[in-house]
């Protein structure tokens, strides 16, 4: 098996069904789709003939519980993800293939961005695109620590397995801690000119109006993240203090407080965005 293409769902089939659409159907291609206790009754023949289709009966529930049940049995030589409201580009196994004859660990690929329901470019996956580029053009490092969504790039299953990488079990950044640790042990990356994936915007979700209780997951995240990147000397690729503080102002507990306060106070933590350190250098 080539690549296993792992799709979290809930509640949405018809969008499902869209991206299952846009896989081709290869005996080297395997589609894992683990249902997150969806609610609402749909006929599944259609979507159970393209993929292998699993409910999450783990007790938790969470994106990130149904990507590593996906984790648990997929056999592919590589690891793709998906999310159910997304699609592949026409072309994007055409430039997969041709990137998986290379040795790297990971290797990243451009997207694109529509608004749902119409042919609108969405300025969803611009920031990503940097990181490619900027990765092409000067091997900036920083696609490691900072490319977040599991989608748009390729992982060798392998690497997943030797570090016994695995998502968060939490309703938002499931993927952060993932893929900051897939670059961080991947021995070589690499970046493909070429856009593989078209993910979708839409004026609900998790990353347009977040919730302040998704907020607070998502404050827990970003410093456990600074911590991993702490330990390992790599205080560069942190989300500042002044950035955690300006993002997260509103859902700071007593807890988060002091602990941010206590990294702080013992210099595990970087105070200033880059931008802004090096302006003032200057």
């Not at 969008?15 to 683990?34: A, C, G, Y």
């Not at 900072?146 to 990488?165: A, E, F, M, S």
């Not at 404050?219 to 942190?238: C, G, P, T």
């Not at 503080?245 to 941010?260: A, C, E, H, N, Q």
Request: charged share 25%; with cysteine; hydrophobic share 35%.
């Amino acid at each position: 098996m080539k690549y296993s293409i792992i799709i979290p769902h809930f509640n949405d089939f018809k969008s499902l069904e869209r991206l299952l659409d846009s896989i081709p159907k290869r005996e080297d291609i395997e589609v894992i789709v683990v249902d997150d206790k969806s609610t609402e009754t749909y006929d599944l023949t259609n979507i159970k003939s393209k993929c292998n289709f699993l409910n999450n009966t783990s007790g938790v529930k969470s994106a990130g519980t149904c990507r590593n049940l996906g984790l648990d049995i997929a056999q592919g030589e590589w690891l793709l993800f998906a999310d159910s409201d997304d699609i592949f580009t026409p072309n994007a196994f055409e430039y997969l293939d041709d990137a998986s004859k290379r040795n790297d660990d990971v290797i990243y690929f451009k997207s694109t961005s529509l608004v749902e329901g119409s042919e609108e470019t969405s300025d969803r996956n611009l920031y990503l695109l940097d990181m490619v580029e900027n990765n092409l053009r000067d091997g900036d490092q920083s696609i490691r620590y900072r490319y977040y969504p599991p989608w748009g790039k390729l992982i060798r299953h392998q690497l997943v397995i030797d570090n016994n990488i695995r998502f968060d079990q939490v309703m938002a950044s499931n993927d952060v801690m993932f893929s900051v640790k897939t670059g961080y042990y991947a021995k070589t990356i690499s970046s493909v000119d070429k856009a593989i994936y078209c993910v979708m915007q839409r004026e609900n979700s998790l990353t347009t109006k977040p919730s302040k209780k998704n907020q607070k997951i998502r404050l827990v995240v970003d410093l456990n993240r600074n911590d991993f990147l702490n330990e390992r000397n790599l205080k560069y690729y942190q989300t500042s203090v002044i950035s955690l503080i300006s993002m997260y102002k509103d859902v700071f507990s007593f807890d988060t407080s002091m602990r941010l306060i206590k990294s702080f106070l013992l210099f595990k933590q970087r105070v200033m965005p880059n931008n802004l350190y090096n302006k003032l250098v200057k």
